[in-house]
């Protein structure tokens, strides 16, 4: 690393959607590699939240994701071992960018909150991180990897 350079390590960031629309309503168009930085290879979406009920609680080691609150809001808490932040997602024009290994969770669901999910990847239980310990554990070997 070159003197002054800064280490990013938390691996998320807000995307604002283009809108398109007249008298007759308003489209976001989404397409992998062109709006959205990966291939899409799963949309999955969450629906009937109860608002009280924390969900989430697990990091992905190469999995990349976007979540888009179609309808309500929910706050999200990232967490890439070092720092945590919290996001809120409340408008269908908002992506959430969530890249590899950042542990995340989901509270404060508004009723009738759905968010829908674009995913880099088929769905694999192995590519799941669902201890908390070992996530912090897999994220400072792989910062100490990448000499960091």
């Known amino acids: 690393?070159?003197?002054g350079e800064a280490l990013v390590y938390m691996n998320y960031k807000l995307i604002d959607m283009k809108i398109f629309g007249d008298e007759r309503g308003k489209l976001i168009s989404l397409e992998g590699n062109h709006n959205v930085p990966f291939e899409i290879k799963r949309v999955y979406w969450i629906f009937d939240t109860i608002p009280n009920q924390k969900r989430g609680m697990h990091a992905h080691t190469n999995m990349e994701q976007i979540i888009v609150a179609m309808d309500g809001a929910c706050e999200f808490i990232l967490d890439d071992g070092i720092k945590r932040e919290k996001v809120l997602l409340n408008r269908p024009d908002l992506g959430l960018y969530i890249g590899k290994n950042m542990w995340r969770e989901m509270q404060n669901f508004s009723y009738g909150c759905k968010l829908m999910i674009l995913a880099?990847?088929?769905?694999?239980?192995n590519e799941y991180i669902r201890d908390y310990n070992v996530f912090l554990k897999t994220v400072n070997q792989n910062k100490g990897q990448n000499g960091q």
């Open 120 to 125: 880099s990847s088929y769905y694999d239980e």
């Open 1 to 3: 690393m070159e003197k």
